[in-house]
């Protein structure tokens, strides 16, 4: 199981400790006030963490530098946004996500390859559909016989800047589309993943641990 560091203890936050503790995953929760863990279930086995969720020792209190992915809803969008970057870019957190509330705001971020949901857009599941791969997988829609469905992919950053084209010959896959700065668009044949891109695509139900597996490390490289 992975760990996951939480910052803010308010109602999305707490509903994501819930569900990541219960499915047997370590869980930290950061908040500045302590009388916020109130909100937590008493049978809660993950770690609270009082302090400021950008600073970088209450991060490594809550063991960021194992940390399979790290969500930022507090109500603040500047702690948001400055926690997740700290979380990208000092610990490598290889999955991250900030609550956004201003939605211009949030595709100023996309731009900078930071997952963000503005709230008036915003639940839990959608948290999860970004840092757990296998809810995105699960999730957005099955066509009538139930062996095609359309998820949202997780990939590795070893991806960036390769074609589309590679990402479905490596995976057997088809890209319908992608997001990309707060955009919906078609990939081209010469279209390149870039950091910070939403990618969803068809696959074959009984093959998305598979389709997992493979881009959840870099490509392949091909023998010279």
Known sequence: MAHFVIMGCGRVGVTLAHTLDESGHSV????????????????????????????????????????????????????????????RETFHVPHVVARIYDP?????????????????????DQVLRRILPEQS???????????LILGELSLHEGWVGHNF?????ATGVRVAYLTRFGEGMLPAEDT????????????????????SRVLAKPPVKESE
């Open 28 to 87: 930290a929760v950061i908040d500045q006030d302590d009388r916020a863990f109130r909100r937590l279930r008493r049978d809660f086995s993950g770690r609270k963490v009082t302090g400021v969720g950008f600073d970088r020792d209450t991060l490594r209190y809550a063991d960021i530098e194992h940390a399979y992915a790290f969500a930022a809803v507090s109500s603040g969008d500047n702690s948001n946004i400055l926690a997740t970057r700290v979380a």
């Open 104 to 124: 211009g705001r949030a595709e100023i971020y996309q731009r900078l390859g930071i997952p963000t949901v503005a709230a008036v857009r915003w639940s839990a």
């Open 137 to 147: 997988i699960n999730g957005d829609y099955r066509e009538a016989s139930g062996r």
């Open 165 to 169: 084209a590679d990402l479905e010959a």
């Open 192 to 211: 390149r993943y870039q950091q910070g891109d939403i990618v969803h695509a068809m696959m074959a139900v009984d093959s998305t641990a598979e389709i």
